[in-house]
T-cell receptor
Framework: DAKTTQPPSMDCAEGRAANLPCNHS???????VYWYRQIHSQGPQYIIHGLKNNETNEMASLIITEDRKSSTLILPHATLRDTAVYYCIVRANNNAGNMLTFGGGTRLMVKP | DAGVIQSPRHEVTEMGQEVTLRCKPI?????LFWYRQTMMRGLELLIY????????DSGMPEDRFSAKMPNASFSTLKIQPSEPRDSAVYFC???????????????FGPGTRLTVL
């Protein structure tokens, strides 16, 4: 899987949008971008994923650049419960394995 | 569905003892994964199963670790003998499929926090 680069930490004010960047400059054409988060003392939680197009669900939006070398996860109205470590992962859509390789992630602190 | 269930949630044992961690995946999921999380190494994939068959155990640290999946609704991760460096949080996850997209989303259990004294 391609390697990703994320800032180690970010702060966000409660109620504001949290924009979490991720660089994946070596991503291949068949690799998806996945985002998971891990709230303290819990298991990782799936947020969203995409291939080329921007995606939105009830949790977040995912913006992928046209060259697919980077993406941004957007939490439109961050709450204190969104404080967590956010992991950006790229993985291939193939049968060689359903591997999620977790890097260091971004520790998001939402402040009142 | 109750999600992925793991037991026990916390385990404290002494060095040299056998430890067995248990996992019940989400019903209907064909893939089951075991991960380990430590401060030093982050989240690491240890092994995964497809339809109860181990597919890739290259992440298993050494022969002291073994995993089984006797049926579609149950898996164990065993450490024998345990050592202090095995102290970590162990997560089990499951997914419907493999092919990418929605079906391969992994759902994680709450984890087992293992402390080996």
């Amino acid at each position: 899987d391609a390697k990703t680069t994320q800032p180690p930490s970010m702060d966000c004010a409660e109620g504001r949008a949290a924009n979490l960047p991720c660089n994946h400059s070596t991503i291949s054409g068949n690799e998806y971008v996945y985002w998971y988060r891990q709230i303290h003392s819990q298991g990782p939680q799936y947020i969203i994923h995409g291939l080329k197009n921007n995606e939105t669900n009830e949790m977040a939006s995912l913006i992928i650049t046209e060259d697919r070398k980077s993406s941004t996860l957007i939490l439109p109205h961050a709450t204190l419960r969104d404080t967590a470590v956010y992991y950006c992962i790229v993985r291939a859509n193939n049968n060689a394995g359903n591997m999620l390789t977790f890097g260091g992630g971004t520790r998001l602190m939402v402040k009142p | 569905d109750a999600g992925v269930i793991q037991s026990p949630r916390h385990e404290v044992t002494e060095m040299g003892q056998e430890v067995t961690l248990r996992c019940k995946p989400i019903s209907g999921h064909d893939y089951l994964f075991w991960y380990r999380q430590t401060m030093m190494r982050g989240l690491e994939l240890l092994i995964y199963f497809n339809n109860n068959v181990p597919i890739d155990d290259s992440g298993m640290p050494e022969d002291r670790f073994s995993a089984k999946m006797p049926n579609a609704s149950f898996s164990t991760l065993k450490i024998q003998p345990s050592e202090p460096r095995d102290s970590a949080v162990y997560f089990c996850a499951s997914s419907l499929g493999l092919a990418g997209g929605v079906t391969d989303t992994q759902y994680f259990g709450p984890g087992t926090r293992l402390t080996v004294l």
